[in-house]
């Protein structure tokens, strides 16, 4: 008793194909590799309720793939797979804070401290008007990633 999608999927062989390879090799985002599956079962005819058992995704994950592959729009087949951009917060420790941040940190501590402490580092950094305001904790996993 399943539902026949409104979105029919008929990839072409070469479309296949680069599917088919897209999944067997390299390493990607799981996410990808079930997108790319799910198009590949949609056009070997396997029904919603069937993938959604196999691949343990819900039922509009499944038809949001086959809407946006005949909605067409697209150059190449492998552009359908990654996730769109999301909106959210904007980041506020940007390449030109964290070159700040690694700057001060090697840099020589201010008088009467024998180093620089995050604490340290978050208060210069507002006090240089860099950044309005960042947390100490900002500044440590900024300084992960230089190191």
């Known amino acids: 008793m399943s539902r026949t999608s409104t979105y029919k999927v008929c990839l ?5 194909e680069v599917l088919h390879q897209f999944v067997k090799r390299g390493q990607k985002k799981a996410r990808e590799i079930t997108r790319a599956r799910i198009l590949l079962a949609a056009d070997a005819g396997t029904t919603d309720l069937e993938m959604v058992a196999l691949f343990g995704v819900s039922r509009p994950t499944i038809a949001s793939m086959r809407k946006k592959y005949t909605a067409g729009g697209y150059r190449d087949i492998l552009a359908l797979l990654p996730d769109a951009p999301r909106s959210g917060r904007p980041l506020q420790v940007d390449s030109r ?3 700040q941040i690694a700057l001060l940190a090697c840099s020589d501590p201010p008088e009467g401290v024998a180093r620089w402490t ?3 580092i978050a208060d210069k950094l507002v006090k240089l008007e860099v950044i309005d ?3 100490y904790e900002s500044v440590r996993r900024a ?3 230089t190191a």
């Open 97 to 99: 804070v964290e070159a």
């Open 118 to 120: 995050l604490h340290l």
């Open 12 to 16: 072409t062989a070469p479309e296949r």
């Open 143 to 145: 300084l992960k990633k």
């Open 133 to 135: 305001a960042i947390s």
